[in-house]
């Protein structure tokens, strides 16, 4: 399924935080969203998955207009993965993840041997077989971020969106979370902290500054000195890590 995202505004108060953004994300592509604290990426993801309204624009998932399409449709395609997921009344990790089957019920409608077999399978991508009893709320930061993943998972959706999913997680974690995603083989549009990360898992990257998009490309071609001094104001040198094959970073004042 291919996201498009055209001329996004949005305001809140006055301030404008996204200043007429347009992303497209192709089928089974991982593009990821990077930039400093305050950039407007979240904000831009939040408008997308109609968590705030934008002031002008346009977001297609295929021929579905987000925008103008009830929440339980949207919900049956797209799948969101937050920061933070607290909450203050306690549910098993399975009963939490079965949340996930909800976009597919009918009200009333009871679960089934095939929701559970889906849910089964979340949890089983997820490495949660073991923790399927556990109380939600008696788990890590971590493990709170895997059980949401495997709820998302269990929406069975088409497309995913990231919206800083493993900023306040240590490495194990986001790793752990992010190779999950990407072995899903949907579109994903993801926000991420961590330049490494979206230099590994990212296909293609838009580059955000003060609400606009400063860059965008291959990691190959956003992620380089000028432009991550340009966004970051930092120094940096980019350089192969023989470990991954893949871009590393050293950064200095």
Known sequence: MELIAKEMEVKIGKK????????HVKKQQFV???????????TLLKSIYKSISPQNGMVFLDDLD????PE????????V????????????????????????????????????????EALKRTNLQDYKDRSY???????????????????????????????HLDIRYQIEI???????????????HD?????????????????????HGTPEEVLTPDTIEALYQIKCQTFTNPVTNGLSFAYGF
């Open 16 to 23: 404008e935080i996204v200043k007429n953004v347009s992303i």
């Open 81 to 120: 993965v937050g920061q933070f997921n607290e909450m203050h009344f306690d549910l098993t990790v399975h009963q939490m993840v079965l949340l996930g089957r909800t976009p597919h019920k009918k009200m009333l409608e009871s679960d089934t041997k095939h929701d559970y077999g889906i849910v089964e």
């Open 137 to 167: 709320l008696s788990l890590s930061g971590g493990e709170k971020q895997r059980v949401i993943l495997a709820r998302t998972i269990a929406q069975q959706p088409k497309f995913m969106i990231l919206d800083e999913p493993t900023n």
């Open 66 to 69: 987000v925008l103008k399409s």
């Open 195 to 215: 330049l490494e990360m979206a230099a590994h898992y990212c296909d293609y990257l838009y580059a955000v500054k003060d609400g606009e998009i400063y860059a």
């Open 72 to 79: 339980k449709k949207i919900s049956q395609h797209l799948g």
């Open 178 to 192: 992010l190779s999950c995603v990407k072995e899903l083989n949907i579109g994903v549009l993801a926000a991420l």
């Open 32 to 42: 990821g969203l990077i930039g400093p604290n305050g950039c407007g990426k979240s």
